[in-house]
Every structure is written in C-alpha cells, then in structure tokens.
C-alpha cells in the first residue's frame, strides 16, 4: 500500500516558476514509477510528465516539454515536478500517481495509486 500526497501548488503568475511535490508512504516506493496529471475544469485528465521506477527514464507531454521537469529522490521518497514558464493553460489540479515497477506510462489507468491532487492556478 503506497499514500501519495501532492504539494506545492498555487497561484503563480504567467511565465513564473513553481515546484510539485509528491510524498510518498512505504518503504519500497524506489519500486514505483511515478506520473503526474492534470485536470482542468470540463476537461479530462491528461498526462503531464513520469519517472520510470529506476529514476532515468522520463517522458513529458508535448505541452510542457522543455518547461516542466519531473525527478525523483527516493531517500525521500518524493517525486518532483519543477514547471518553469508556465502558461495559463497550464491551470489544473495536478496529482501524481504510481505504478509498482511502473516504466512511466501515459495511461492513467495503469496506476495503481493516487494522489487527492493539488490546485495550480496560473494568472495573466
């Protein structure tokens, strides 16, 4: 069993910077690959970034490529999402979620656990 709390989210003005934070419980989360998404209001949620469990694989959604970044310190068993210029479509509640031995996939639905997701509301 993995809980996974999200933190870090805000207001932050357009082209600013904020950093996610996912809090991992459990002893063997180095095992779990690790995504974030995000859900806008009237929108699905979408993928946004993922780790693959041995932490050197990473993917990004085409949308935040070369903006966001995702790492992991699995000593404290926490995942990172660092967004820089961020954009007012970048707006959502953003959680992370994990896979157990998890290559960092795309498709929610291949989460085992997840996060009750965090508020990132980015202003003009």
């Known amino acids: 069993q993995v809980q996974l709390v999200e933190s870090g989210g805000g207001l932050v003005q357009a082209g600013g910077s904020l950093r996610l934070s996912c809090a991992a419980s459990?002893?063997?989360?180095?095992?779990?690959?690790v995504g974030w998404f995000r859900q806008a209001t009237g929108k699905e949620r979408e993928f946004v970034a993922s780790?693959?469990?041995?932490?050197?694989?990473?993917d990004y959604a085409d949308s935040v490529k070369g903006r966001f970044t995702i790492s992991r310190d699995n000593t404290k068993n926490t995942v990172y999402l660092q967004m820089n210029s961020m954009k007012i479509e970048d707006t959502a509640v953003y959680y992370c979620?994990?896979?157990?031995?998890?290559?960092?996939?795309?498709?929610?639905?291949?989460?085992?656990?997840w996060g009750q997701g965090t508020q990132v509301t980015v202003s003009s």
């Open positions: 979620a994990a896979e157990y031995y998890g290559s960092g996939s795309g498709t929610p639905n291949r989460y085992d656990y």
């Open positions: 459990g002893r063997t989360f180095s095992r779990y690959g």
């Open positions: 780790i693959k469990w041995s932490g050197y694989i990473t």
